[in-house]
């Protein structure tokens, strides 16, 4: 079993910056990807961004593309995201989540372990 820890949330002015941490532990940990969701008051959650655990290439959503950074630490089992020029709207739950099995990474169903959440709060 992998359990998955967020940490880094809180209350940021717009404009500001957050880093968020994912820590992983439990089982040798060799996800196949992992990515950061999030989900805001009355709305589905949705992706964010996405790293290949093996190489590190990563995918954005059009949203956060240019704002939002995702990077990893292999030897640590960490990932990170690192939000810049936050806005009201980037208010949400932020979730991170970890896919053991080849396939789309932007796909939320296709992920086997998922954190409990970390609330960022962005202030206008």
């Known amino acids: 079993q992998v359990q998955l820890v967020e940490s880094g949330g809180g209350l940021v002015q717009a404009g500001g910056s957050l880093r968020l941490s994912c820590a992983a532990s439990g089982r040798i940990f060799s996800p196949y990807g992992m990515g950061w969701f999030r989900q805001a008051p009355a709305k589905d959650r949705e992706f964010l961004a996405t790293?290949?655990?093996?190489?590190?290439?990563?995918s954005y959503s059009v949203s956060v593309k240019g704002r939002f950074t995702i990077s990893r630490d292999t030897a640590k089992n960490t990932v990170y995201l690192q939000m810049n020029s936050l806005k009201p709207e980037d208010t949400a739950i932020y979730y991170c989540a970890a896919r053991s099995s080849s396939g789309p990474l932007s796909a939320q169903g296709g992920y086997d372990y998922w954190g409990q959440g970390t609330q960022v709060t962005v202030s206008s």
């Open positions: 790293i290949r655990w093996s190489g590190g290439s990563t």
